[in-house]
């Protein structure tokens, strides 16, 4: 099982940008594709972007498409996403989820582990 924290989230005005990271510990070797999801108050969980084990291949919502920017770094086993031109539909809560799955994917069902989520606020 791997274990993911968040970090990052924040309050930031509109047109603003914002970076979240995911820190995964434990079975980090069994590791592949890793995504963000969110929800916002009274919405269910939706899709936001997703990258491939080796990095190589990314997924977008196309509401964030062109203003987020999913990455990550192996040897220290984070994910980040890069928040641009925010805008307040934005606002939520975001998670972190890994996937044993090594491609990637934009269904939550293929997602193993989640991170507690970290709370993204764009004000108008």
């Known amino acids: 099982q791997v274990q993911l924290v968040e970090s990052g989230g924040g309050l930031v005005q509109a047109g603003g940008s914002l970076r979240v990271s995911c820190a995964a510990s434990?079975?980090?070797?069994?590791?592949?594709?890793a995504g963000w999801f969110r929800q916002a108050p009274g919405k269910e969980r939706e899709f936001v972007a997703s990258?491939?084990?080796?990095?190589?291949?990314?997924y977008y919502a196309d509401s964030v498409k062109g203003r987020f920017t999913i990455s990550r770094d192996n040897a220290r086993n984070t994910v980040t996403l890069q928040m641009n031109s925010l805008k307040p539909e934005d606002t939520a809560v975001y998670y972190c989820?890994?996937?044993?799955?090594?491609?990637?994917?934009?269904?939550?069902?293929?997602?193993?582990?989640w991170g507690q989520g970290t709370q993204v606020t764009v004000s108008s």
């Open positions: 434990g079975r980090t070797v069994s590791m592949g594709a």
């Open positions: 990258i491939s084990g080796s990095g190589g291949v990314t």
């Open positions: 989820a890994a996937a044993s799955l090594w491609q990637a994917t934009r269904s939550s069902q293929n997602f193993d582990s």
